[in-house]
């Protein structure tokens, strides 16, 4: 075995990537539901002007965060996948 | 004995059971230190930014270790051949032509410059790899033992200190980026949503890191076990690859790494949660995130990183990208000088003891070894009770740029008084 350099740079631009998609990615995806969230509380804004509670927002929160929530329970079925399957005798398709 | 044959034979395996004993000793005590000198991977945002009490954060941090220990069902039975050559690279069977004691030596002695090495860096409050310093202690053993053929040279570059040299850049990077997004859009959001929300994140991607942690590291341990038994001859890998692992190693070493991990390394915690920067919850939100996301993925593209490479990196890329914060560089700068020095420094604590060892052969070298080990280990506890960081100090202002790693307030008569007040 050699020591394959571009095989090296490759690995590291798809870590990368992939990285940047899901530890990036899901905290920005995150940030909007928590901003969606405040909207939608209403009450007083940055500027002191008192703002109306919009149940669009919030409903749109929590759509975000449930996308969130999926996309971690997939990581978890991720990890566990290979115990699931030895244990529980299920073959997961992911 | 009196030299006949068959007395020889007989104390050869008693030598040789003894050997295994210490040796699979020593690899549960690595696995403790692995647990506790990591907790702050994972955890040391969350107390730092209050999100979790200290206590239940380790808590929580050791219960998910030691699932993640039970979940390892493929075992990391190759372990070593990323760094030596002493194992058949797919079967994980021994080599020919090493005998067991040689092998059974090398692993020993590899083990014992890992933990001597997890100590010290503990003591000074420098998160450095675990597997890092496995390995290190594994090539200086293999060095001492079969000279420079006993090596994966290319494995040792390509597998372990190029990708420890990316992964910083590339853990800070992501963090980077992220916690600048994340302050970009929940900018002029109410205070009390946005501290709530990013703690509940928080909470879940340590809780993801704690997992992958518990199953991806207490798998080394136990493929080093496993191979312990290999080279001694009560197991093969045969039988591994049909019947899995023997149901002990699994439980000791997961019930290993969570005590070790609920032990709370309070020193290594603290430079990564208040050494660094100063952190709050979107920020370190962000940073955990980043790891988990690169702790899950890397090792299926190909590219296996340490997990307190990425963590660190992560935490000093989330004080890079937000606006304002500013990172303590010189204390950054310390770990790396850690992180440069670990695989030879573990390699030399693995070779000397290999020599010391495998010098005097047999139980009496396995002895000495372990006896030299105890009281080295003994030795950096006391010190380290000197000045003594915990759960109720974890958190105090890190004093000045140049402050030393320990909380400075914490004379050691207000230690005591300290925990007879919490108590």
């Given at each position: ?23 990036a ?17 209403g ?24 996308a ?27 | ?16 059971m ?23 991977n ?17 808590a929580?941090?050791a ?6 220990g ?17 194992q058949?690279h797919?079967s ?15 692993i020993?002695?590899?083990?014992v ?9 503990w ?17 200086g ?12 040279w290319?494995?040792?570059t ?11 850049f ?5 963090a980077?980026?992220?916690?600048w ?28 890191v704690?997992?992958?942690h518990?199953?991806?590291d207490?798998q ?35 019930g ?6 609920y ?8 430079t ?5 920067v ?10 955990e ?27 000093i ?19 790396v ?9 573990a ?11 495998a010098?005097?052969?047999g ?19 006391y010190?380290?009770q ?38």
């Open positions: 075995m050699s020591i394959d350099l571009a095989e090296i740079a490759l690995n590291t631009v798809k870590v990368l990537v992939v990285g940047l998609l899901l530890g990615g899901l905290p920005l995806l995150f940030s909007l539901g928590i901003r969606l969230q405040d909207i939608g509380h009450g007083t804004g940055p500027d002191g002007v008192a703002r109306a509670p919009q149940p669009a927002a919030k409903a749109g929160a929590w759509v975000i965060f449930a969130v929530g999926l996309v971690v329970l997939y990581g978890l079925l991720f990890i566990t996948k290979k115990s699931i399957a030895h244990y529980l005798g299920i073959e997961l398709p992911i | 004995m009196g030299g006949s044959p068959a007395g020889a034979h007989d104390s050869t395996v008693t030598a040789e003894i050997i295994l004993i210490l040796l699979v000793v020593t690899a549960v005590g690595f696995d403790f230190t692995n647990g506790f000198h990591d907790t702050g994972a955890m040391a945002t969350s107390i730092a930014t209050g999100a979790l009490k200290p206590k239940t954060a380790v929580l941090s219960i998910l270790n030691l699932i993640g039970f979940l390892s069902v493929e075992v990391a039975l190759t372990v070593t051949t990323s760094v030596l050559n002493i058949d797919d994980g069977a021994l080599l020919p032509g090493l005998d067991a004691q040689t092998a059974m030596f090398i020993f002695a590899g083990l410059g890992g933990i001597l090495w997890n100590l010290l860096t003591l000074f409050g420098i998160p450095s790899s675990s597997s890092h310093a496995l390995f290190g202690g594994l090539v053993a293999g060095l001492a033992a079969l000279g420079t053929s006993g090596i994966n290319n494995g040792l390509g597998k372990v200190i190029i990708p420890a040299l990316l992964s910083p590339i853990a800070g990077a992501i980077a980026v992220g916690v997004l994340v302050f970009r859009v929940t900018r002029g959001v109410n205070e009390k949503h946005r501290e709530s929300g990013f703690r509940a994140g928080q909470i879940a991607t340590a809780s993801l704690s997992l992958a518990g199953t991806g207490a080394k341990t136990m493929g080093v076990i496993a191979l312990g038994l290999i080279a001694h001859g009560t197991l093969t890998s045969q039988s591994i690859e049909e019947n899995g692992l023997p149901v002990w190693i699994i439980v000791v070493c997961a290993a790494i969570g005590l070790g991990t032990m709370g390394g309070w020193r290594v915690i603290r990564l949660g208040k050494g660094l100063e952190l709050d919850a979107p920020q370190g939100m962000a940073a995130a980043s790891s988990a996301a690169i702790i899950l993925t890397s090792s299926h593209l190909g590219m296996a990183l340490s997990t307190t490479h990425v963590a660190t990196g992560s935490i890329g989330s004080g890079v990208g937000r606006p304002g914060a500013k990172v303590r560089w010189n204390v950054a700068g310390r770990l000088v850690g992180w440069v020095l670990t695989l030879p420094a390699a030399i604590v693995g070779a000397l003891t290999y020599l010391l060892g010098g005097i052969g139980i009496g070298g396995a002895v000495a070894v372990f006896i030299v080990l105890l009281a080295l280990a003994g030795f950096i506890y010190r380290s000197l000045q003594k960081v915990h759960a109720g100090n974890v958190n105090e202002e890190w004093e000045g740029a140049d402050a030393e790693l320990t909380p400075a307030s914490d004379s050691p008569s207000q230690t005591r008084l300290e925990n007879g007040a919490s108590r």
